[in-house]
Each structure stands twice: as structure tokens, then as C-alpha cells.
């Protein structure tokens, strides 16, 4: 109540001020159509739960991060008894007024967050477990942590047994209650996955699905294939729930450079890149690409494959003016306070600078939405979240001439 | 007779290709001929290793080609080791490696390995996952003069410390040297944890290993 009370009272400021104001919605739309709107949109990709607790004062559910590539699964046997489900509703409602109470211009979901209803994750051992991508994870649970540590596709016969997930049996609830809280006030970024990431991740680590794709590259397309459709599968009925952007967010690359050649691209993972991105345009969604990393032997690529947006233009790895000289007209531009070490460990003035780095870099035009380099992931300060939108506000208004 | 140097320049070029079948026929062919296995490793596959690195930074190769030609070299190696086993290698070094508790990525490791064998180390490798106390027990059974200590993950770094605390507990400090690598350290937090060297990739780990032992 009190985020509406705000924005209204940005809106009438506004209006005596002689600026036209527009809804969070308005902002970011108009952006990522290369128009410059009142105010630089502000986005944060994923808000880890230990800031979403900071922030509203109160405790989020389970043990991981979802939203940050993890998995989520119960650490108190009450949340055992709540599900993984009704875990992520309660999650999703409280980013969401999370986001909103910080002043950002979106609101988010993740494909990582939908499950089977009674899905449960199955435990190996007390602390590692198998999800429903054959994806191994180990919980602490004691800070409330996942990270992935390999994958359960050990052989073809593995992935001839490995069942995906029906995607029209998936519940959905966390889009349809972020899409209602978002009315006509605020876009709804959905991040979903592809083909790129998530066989690399099944089968224990990129080095096992390079050798795949070298030495047996029929077990590498089979694989490639199943999760591609199961996942566009899911990204469909996501889609169909009403959301406005959307976000692919396979990471591809190191800071050096891509996982692979690009003619590895070209042949085993675009055709399902392009069929993503023509079912976005279908429906007449703009498509993000997300990946950290050192994008640029992809980017001409991504201009012939249709991509409309790219984040997050690592910082130290890629350069935001660069990017913007050379793809500005074709691209917008989604990012890059650095999450690496300013956001972590910067100070105020760290933070603000970092900020009109951005601003000054990408701005002008329009196409660009200001947000973290990654995630505001666990080690992220929470008070340089609320400094990065502030400054956002302070310096990232419109007409802007720098750039 | 072929002449030597075109060989191991056609072996380098092989592995630089990632063409393990050429690759495997020129290493048989030149353990035939006699050419000591020791050349082979540092001039045809330590060069064709340094040609692949030199492809990788002109923006050539990417990861992908670079875990292959540690596959192709591994391959060529498996002809090699018996070889190298029985004859009395030149003795440069010996390292325990391992990444450590919670971290089951061993791409870089595994090149490490490869380097170190190829430079001349016998390298004992306990794995991935590897706790304090196996690191600690493998010490003191394989008495290395180095511990090489990878880990990818920032949240297993702790794990990185917790090896060098249980060599200090275990009395051991003094007798090896550790040796770390991995993308979430750098030279300062190296440092920080108490470590003796920071291996910035495969090749600097094998430069660094050599330095700890000088």
C-alpha cells in the first residue's frame, strides 16, 4: 500500500514538475522499443530470498535459490508438508512485493520455479538429491543454500530412461498470481531456458557434453532435443498465462569467451534457439538473451536469429558503450551494474558511480533497462540494491544526452 | 629415418587439430623408432598443448576445444605412460591433487594434471569432492612436496582453508607446499587462506609448481 501511496505521489510530482509520468509498465515497454521514456527502467533479474527477507522483515520458504540457477527444496518439516508449490507461491508473492517496495519497474518469474504438483525432489543422501532435470544438487541447509554438483545422465541408456516432466501437468501458480499483481501497473519478465544449458548441467559438466558432441553426436542431439522441447513446451504455457517479456537465460560463456565453437552453435543449438525465439515473436514478445560472459562472436548471430534484447553485457568482460555504438539500433541493452564486486562489496559512491557508468553508456535513445550484471545474488549488500535504484532514479532521467 | 623434429611438429599439429587418430598413429610410430618418450610429451604434445592455448587466446579455439585437446592428449598419453613407467622418467617433482570438498568440477584439474605429467611431476590425483582428511592422509602416505588444491565454486572456497588448516593440524605444513587454482580465487585471497602459490590456469599452475620446488 504504502509502493502505491509512492507511486502516486511520483506521478503528481511529476505532472507539477511538467514531466509526463508513466506506469512502471509504460516505462519499460516504451524502452525496450528504443524510445526514450520519462525515466531509465530499473529491473533486478533475480532478488535471492536473504534480501527479500531483509527487505519485508520476515522469512521466505525452504532452502535455495531458485530463481539463481539453484534448486529449492524444504529445510523444516513443515515446509515438507507444504510442498514445493504452495513453497514457491508464497516466495513468488513476497518477491514480488519485495521488488515493488524497492521501486523497481518489474516483476519477474522463473521457469526454475514451476513444478509438478507434489513434486518432491528425490534425496540420494541427506544432503544431495536428484531434481526433475536428472540435475544433482546438495543443500545446506543450515544457510539455506543449493548448488548444483552433477548430473544424472551418465549413458544413452540413462537418457532413454529419463522421463521430462510433462509441462501440461505443471503448476503454474507463480505466473498466474505475479501476472495478476501486476495488473496494468508493472511488465511481467518471464526467464525461461532453452536447449544450450541445461544437457550440460545433466550430464555432469560441459567437459561431458563437449565429448558428446566430438565423439558421440547422436547421444548429444537426442539429449539436446529432449530437454529443447520439453522446456519450450513449458515456456509456452508460461507464456499463455500473459506475460510481456521474455528472458532466455542459458549461460554459454566464461569470461574468456563461449563454451563452444561457434559452428557448434550454428548446428546443434540454434534451430531450437530460433524456434524459441519465432514462437516469442508469434505471439509478439520481445526475446532477451541472457548469458554471462564474453558474448561477442554470437552477437551477429543473435541479430540473424532474431534476438531483440541481450543482458547483461558482462562488465569487465564486455563493454555496455561498445555493445550499444555497434548493436544499439538492433539490441536493447539490459544491464550492467557490476554484481561481481561492486554490488557485493562497493561502497555508496562505488555503487552510484557504477550506476551513471551505465546510464551514461546506454541510455540515450532509449533501449536500455538499468539492472545488476547477473543476479542480486546472497553476497549482494542489500543497502547497494536500494543505493543502485536510487541513483537509477536520481540520474537516469530523461532527456538524456550522454552516450 | 624421419627426421625428429618434423615428427614431433606433425604431432603438435595433430594435437593442435584435435585429430586424436593421427595423433595416436605418429606417437605409436615414434615410440617404434626409438624417440625417448620424454621428447615426445614436451616437444610434440607440451608444443601442440602450447599451440591450442595460442588458438584459444586469438579467439580460435574456445572452451570446448580446449577440454578436447586434453582429451586427445590424455589418449596419447595412455600410450605414453607405460612407456615413461619403465624407464626412470627425470625426477622433477611430486603433487597431490585434488578439488575440494563440494566441488565436483574437474575440467581444470584434469588439464593440470596432464601439464604437471607432461612437465615431468608424478602426479598422485585423488579427485574431486576430496575432504581435509583424505587430503591430509594422502599426504602423509605419498609425502609430495607439493598439495595442488582446485576448487571452481565460491562456496566451497572455505574448503580450500579448511585443507590448510588440517596440513597445519596434522603438523605437515612445514613439509609441503600448497599449491591453488580455480575461477573464484585470485593471488590475494590465495595468499589470504594461507596458501604458498596461485596457478592463474594450467600452464601457470606447471610454472609455479616448478618455482615452489626451486
Not at chain 2, 614431433?8 to 610410430?29: C, E, F, I, P, W
Request: aromatic share 8%; glycine share 10%; net charge negative.
Amino acid at each position: 500500500m504504502r509502493t502505491r501511496h509512492a507511486y502516486l505521489e511520483r506521478c503528481v510530482l511529476g505532472l507539477l514538475e511538467g514531466r509526463a509520468v508513466l506506469t512502471p509498465k509504460d516505462r519499460y515497454i516504451t524502452a525496450i522499443e528504443h524510445r526514450e521514456p520519462d525515466l531509465v527502467p530499473i529491473d533486478i533479474s533475480f532478488l535471492d530470498p536473504i534480501h527479500v527477507e531483509r527487505i519485508l522483515d520476515r522469512p521466505t520458504f525452504g532452502a535455495g535459490a531458485g530463481g539463481g540457477g539453484g534448486g529449492v527444496v524444504a529445510s523444516t518439516s513443515q515446509e515438507e508438508t507444504l510442498g514445493l508449490n504452495e513453497m514457491m507461491v508464497r516466495n513468488q508473492r513476497m518477491e514480488n512485493e519485495a521488488k515493488r517496495k524497492i521501486g523497481v519497474d518489474a516483476l519477474s518469474v522463473s521457469d526454475y520455479n514451476v513444478f509438478p504438483p507434489g513434486y518432491r525432489p528425490r534425496f540420494v543422501s541427506e544432503d544431495t538429491y536428484v531434481d526433475l532435470f536428472a540435475r544433482v544438487y546438495r543443500v545446506r541447509r543450515d544457510v539455506k543454500t543449493t548448488w548444483w554438483v552433477d548430473g544424472g545422465i551418465k549413458t544413452p541408456e540413462d537418457l532413454d530412461r529419463w522421463v521430462p516432466p510433462d509441462a501440461e501437468e505443471m503448476d503454474y501458480s507463480i505466473v498466474d498470481l505475479t501476472v495478476e499483481e501486476a495488473g496494468d501497473e508493472y511488465p511481467v519478465v518471464a526467464w525461461v531456458h532453452g536447449s544450450m544449458m541445461f544437457p550440460y548441467l545433466m550430464r555432469g559438466g560441459i567437459d561431458k557434453l563437449v565429448f558428446d558432441i566430438y565423439r558421440q553426436p547422436d547421444f548429444a542431439r537426442r539429449l539436446i532435443r529432449k530437454v529443447a522441447d520439453v522446456n519450450l513446451e513449458i515456456t509456452r504455457r508460461i507464456l499463455d498465462r500473459g506475460v510481456d517479456v521474455v528472458a532466455e537465460s542459458d549461460d554459454i560463456a566464461d569470461c574468456h569467451s563461449l563454451f563452444f565453437n561457434p559452428r557448434v552453435f550454428r548446428e546443434f543449438f540454434f534451430p531450437y534457439l530460433k524456434r524459441l525465439i519465432d514462437e516469442c515473436h508469434g505471439r509478439g514478445l520481445k526475446f532477451m538473451k541472457h548469458s554471462d560472459g564474453n558474448l561477442y562472436p554470437l552477437l551477429d548471430d543473435f541479430v540473424g536469429l532474431g534476438v531483440d534484447g541481450l543482458h547483461p553485457i558482462e562488465p569487465n568482460v564486455m563493454d555496455l558503450g561498445d555493445v550499444k555504438r555497434r548493436y544499439g539500433e538492433r539490441f536493447f541493452l539490459r544491464g550492467n551494474v557490476d554484481c561481481t564486486h561492486i554490488l557485493p562489496s562497493g561502497s555508496e559512491a562505488d555503487v552510484r558511480r557504477d550506476v551513471r557508468r551505465c546510464v551514461d553508456a546506454a541510455a540515450k535513445g532509449g533501449g536500455f533497462v538499468l539492472a545488476d550484471s547477473n543476479s542480486m545474488h546472497s553476497n549482494v549488500r542489500t543497502e547497494n540494491i536500494r543505493v543502485m535504484v536510487d541513483e537509477g532514479r536520481r540520474y537516469g532521467k530523461y532527456p538524456i544526452g550522454r552516450g | 629415418m624421419v627426421e625428429r623434429g618434423s615428427v614431433m611438429g606433425a604431432m603438435a599439429q595433430a594435437l593442435a587439430d584435435l585429430d586424436s587418430t593421427g595423433l595416436r598413429k605418429l606417437v605409436r610410430g615414434a615410440l617404434e623408432t626409438g624417440i625417448d618418450p620424454e621428447g615426445i610429451v614436451r616437444e610434440g604434445l607440451g608444443e601442440g598443448m602450447r599451440l591450442v592455448g595460442e588458438r584459444y587466446e586469438l579467439g580460435e579455439y574456445f572452451l570446448a576445444e580446449l577440454v578436447m585437446a586434453g582429451v586427445t592428449m590424455n589418449e596419447a598419453m595412455d600410450l605414453i605412460r607405460p612407456v615413461l613407467d619403465r624407464k626412470r622418467r627425470s625426477y622433477v617433482g611430486k603433487v597431490v591433487i585434488g578439488t575440494v570438498e563440494g566441488d565436483l568440477h574437474d575440467i581444470g584439474k584434469n588439464i593440470v594434471v596432464s601439464m604437471l605429467q607432461s612437465a615431468g611431476f608424478e602426479v598422485v590425483d585423488i579427485g574431486v569432492d576430496v575432504s581435509p582428511a583424505r587430503f591430509v592422509e594422502t599426504v602423509k602416505l605419498e609425502e609430495p612436496e607439493i598439495v595442488c588444491l582446485s576448487t571452481l565454486l565460491s562456496v566451497t572456497l572455505p574448503n580450500v582453508e579448511a585443507v590448510v588448516h588440517a596440513l597445519e593440524r596434522a603438523g605437515l605444513r612445514g613439509k609441503v607446499k600448497v599449491l591453488v587454482g580455480g575461477r573464484c580465487l585470485n593471488p590475494e585471497m590465495a595468499r589470504g587462506i594461507g596458501a604458498d602459490a596461485f596457478g592463474v590456469d594450467a600452464w601457470d599452475a606447471v610454472v609455479k609448481a616448478k618455482a615452489l620446488l626451486s
